[in-house]
């Protein structure tokens, strides 16, 4: 039996002229040229240096050559390691110390800086890749034969590795085999009954786990066809609806389409499926898409250590509000945070996980790796949730402050530490509150030094030049103490109540 994912996934290609995607402006790329695109990728990397178990940095915009990039990583038995294109120069180069990559590849306009980066002295390669697929790597990849013998590597063996937040420190890289990704895309095949005859709205970013392994491989799995857009745009998308059969999003895709004329029962009547995940999604959201649509939203559970592990039923009731059952062959259990004994149904715990869809462990943090683990192998996600007594899972929340903005983890001490390092300020919190369009919304409240002015807008300028924008706050509040419990913690939930209607309306 074949181990390594890339192989699992082309035991079920389709006929090689069969579209695997088509691009925004018209462009196509069949099964057969994904197989050999994808082996000039593999070898070009191999041209590079980079080895089995290497590491390959990817912070490039979306593009059907990056798709194959990540292809032609698993060909050669590299650790892909997608990187978000919001990400500034200086976490950039946190990621390449701690990755330690052979090779990265980036956007050409900032090749020079990324190279010139402390963390990249020990780099054997920067390339480029622009979002027409154009740079560097696309040309030392047309230079190479468009056949590959690839790699062999075990189950066990890294895929991926995908940097994700906690509340505290810096982020933890999420090691991800073979088996990891291959087995939960088998299993959502199954489970969202994809087949060849789908055809896939893709919209979603690819350096996230939703849109490159979720979207991505169950799509290769089946053996459908993506349509594949280079972000979320509602008109582009409505436009394509009548000819294809399913789309994955996040909350803010059907909020925006919700708001758009030109949803209706008619545009959607071809679509089979929608499904919604990275974070919290309204009921009301739930409601108003099937009154527009007729279609109800699946809603599903994952994270980036775990991939899939719960899916409303494709068959049966999509109950708003919940992320339904535990997929085939996941084990989950809600525990009490401090004993870690397991919870009787209907009472709210921990949520604990075990399955071929668990990571391998946080790289080159064993120590932490431990500490996340059960002796019996299940994994302590930090979520907050209760089953009901159908065996429903509801999300209460988390059990450690971190935040979900439009699907992507944002750790509020990197944040705080960012707002307390400018002048005039003593102190801040970062919190996250209830957004429609994002899920939540990151917020700061501050307090300042006696006399000082520090207009909002102000922090948000300075922020703009050391994070991601998608950690940025979108507002920022001024109070003369932060409460605290007796024990001088900030009571985040005290802030999170007195600010918690900020995004309404």
């Not at 990039?69 to 500034?88: F, K, S």
């Not at 394509?240 to 209706?264: K, Q, W």
Request: hydrophobic share 40%; with cysteine; proline share 5%.
């Amino acid at each position: 039996m074949t181990t390594s994912l890339y192989a699992r996934l082309a035991a079920r290609f389709p006929d090689p002229s069969k579209v695997f995607l088509e691009t925004h402006d018209g462009r196509t790329i069949t099964y057969g040229d994904l197989d050999a695109e994808s082996a000039r990728m593999a070898g070009a990397l191999m041209k590079l240096g980079v080895k089995p178990g290497d590491r390959v940095a990817v912070q490039v915009q979306k593009s059907a050559e990056a798709l194959l990039l990540y292809l032609g990583c698993l060909r050669a038995g590299a650790v892909y390691l997608p990187l978000n294109t919001a990400y500034t120069l200086a976490e950039l180069g946190y990621f390449i110390g701690d990755a330690e990559p052979t090779v990265v590849v980036c956007d050409p306009a900032v090749r020079e800086a990324v190279a010139a980066l402390p963390e990249a002295k020990g780099v054997a390669a920067v390339e480029t890749l622009d979002s027409a697929g154009r740079g560097t790597m696309a040309d030392k990849a047309a230079g190479q034969f468009d056949t590959f013998a690839d790699v062999d590597r075990a189950g066990d063996d890294l895929a991926a590795i995908l940097y994700t937040s906690g509340t505290t420190g810096r982020s933890k890289g999420a090691m991800l085999t073979q088996d990891n990704l291959a087995s939960n895309a088998e299993v959502l095949v199954d489970a969202w009954r994809f087949t060849a005859a789908d055809v896939l709205i893709h919209a979603l970013p690819i350096y996230h786990t939703h849109g490159l392994f979720v979207a991505t491989n169950t799509l290769l799995m089946a053996g459908g066809t993506m349509l594949f857009l280079p972000k979320f745009d509602a008109d582009a998308v409505l436009a394509l609806m009548p000819r294809a059969t399913t789309m994955m999003g996040v909350p803010t895709f059907y909020t925006r389409l919700i708001d758009h004329p030109g949803l209706t029962r008619e545009v959607t009547k071809t679509m089979r499926l929608f499904t919604s995940g990275s974070a919290p999604l309204l009921a009301e959201t739930h409601r108003a898409f099937e009154e527009r649509t007729g279609h109800r939203i699946l809603e599903r559970y994952g994270m980036t250590e775990t991939n899939m592990s719960t899916s409303n039923p494709y068959e049966g009731e999509r109950r708003a509000g919940t992320v339904g059952f535990p997929l085939p062959g996941v084990d989950l259990r809600i525990v009490d945070p401090d004993s870690g004994s397991e919870l009787p149904q209907g009472e709210i715990g921990i949520i604990e996980v075990k399955g071929p869809n668990v990571f391998k462990g946080y790289w080159r943090m064993p120590e932490k790796t431990q500490a996340e683990f059960r002796p019996d192998g299940f994994f302590i996600t930090g979520d907050v949730a209760m089953v009901d007594a159908d065996g429903y899972v509801h999300i209460v929340g988390r059990a450690k402050d971190l935040i979900i903005s439009g699907g992507f983890n944002v750790y509020p001490k990197e944040v705080e530490s960012e707002i307390d390092a400018m002048e005039g300020v003593v102190e801040s919190a970062v919190i996250g509150l209830p957004h429609r369009d994002f899920g939540e919304g990151v917020t700061a409240v501050v307090v300042l030094e006696t006399g000082a002015a520090l207009p909002e807008e102000h922090v948000q300028a300075q922020l703009k030049q050391r994070l991601a924008a998608y950690k940025l706050p979108k507002r920022v509040f001024f109070v003369d103490a932060l409460p605290r419990n007796t024990m001088g913690k900030v009571q985040k939930n005290v802030l999170r109540d007195t600010y918690a209607k900020t995004y309404e309306g």
